[in-house]
C-alpha cells in the first residue's frame, strides 16, 4: 500500500517508517509512506499556505489552492490513489472498524493533515472522501492523528504482523476490550497470576478470557457492550 501523507511538518513522518511494526512493513516493502508538504505547491509569491478566515475570528487557515496542488501532484505520480482522508477535530470519531475499511480500500491512500484554524471547506468538499477524528479533543495539528491513524492501519494489512492470530484477540476485535493478560514470573512482589491461565484447559481459558473481556468492557466502556463505532454510518 502507498501512503501519501499532506503536512506542513513532514519531519514527524520519519519514525514512523523507520521502527517498530510499521518499519518493518515498509523495509519489507509492503507498505511506501510519502510526505508531500503544501509550502512546495503554493500559488504565493511568499510561499504561504494560509490566510485569515473569512467573516474574522482567531488564526488562520490553510488555504486551498496549495493543498489542491499537492493532492494533484501526488495524483500525478500515483493515479490509483483511492482515498483522501483530511484529519480533523471535526471529522467522524476514528474507530477500529474504520482502520479496517482503510486498510482494505485499495492500493493507496492520501491523509491529510489539518493546521491551525482548519482548512479551507471548499478543498474537503472538493478532495476529501472524508474527515476523520482521533477522539474528543483538539491536537495542535492532524500530524499526531495521522501518525495514529497510518500505525493502525498498517499494521492490519496482510503479512504486517506476524502472527494474524494476534490480531483476533485484540480490544474493539468486536467482542469490546481485551482480556488481562500475564507473563513470568507467575508470582510478582507477592502477586499470583490467576490459577485458571497456569492449568493448560484451553476451554476453560478462553472462557475466562471472555468472561474478563466482557466486564472489564462493562467496567470501562459500557458504550462499546451495546454498539462498536461511531455514531455516524461509515462513508462510501
Ligand atoms: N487535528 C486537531 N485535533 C485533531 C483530532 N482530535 N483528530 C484529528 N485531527 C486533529
Known sequence: MRLHVLTLSPEAFPWLGEYGVVGRAVRAGRVELRTWNPRAYTDDPHGRVDDRPYGGGAGMVLRAEPLARTLEAVRAV?????????LTPHGRRFVQADAERLAASGPS???????????????????????LSIGDFVLSGGETAALVVLDAVVRLLPGVVGDPASLADE??????????????????????????????????IERWRREEARARTGRRRPD?????????????
Open 109 to 131: 491512500l492520501a491523509l491529510v493533515c489539518g493546521r491551525y484554524e482548519g482548512m479551507d471547506e471548499r478543498f474537503v468538499e472538493t478532495y476529501a472522501d472524508e474527515e
Open 171 to 204: 480490544s474493539f476485535g468486536g467482542q469490546g476490550l481485551a482480556a488481562p493478560v500475564y507473563t513470568r514470573p507467575s508470582v510478582w512482589r507477592g502477586r499470583t497470576v490467576p490459577e485458571i491461565l497456569l492449568g493448560g484447559d484451553h476451554a476453560a
Open 224 to 236: 462499546l457492550l451495546d454498539a462498536e463505532g461511531s455514531p455516524d454510518p461509515p462513508p462510501r
Open 78 to 86: 500515483d493515479p490509483a490513489l483511492a482515498r483522501v482522508v483530511c
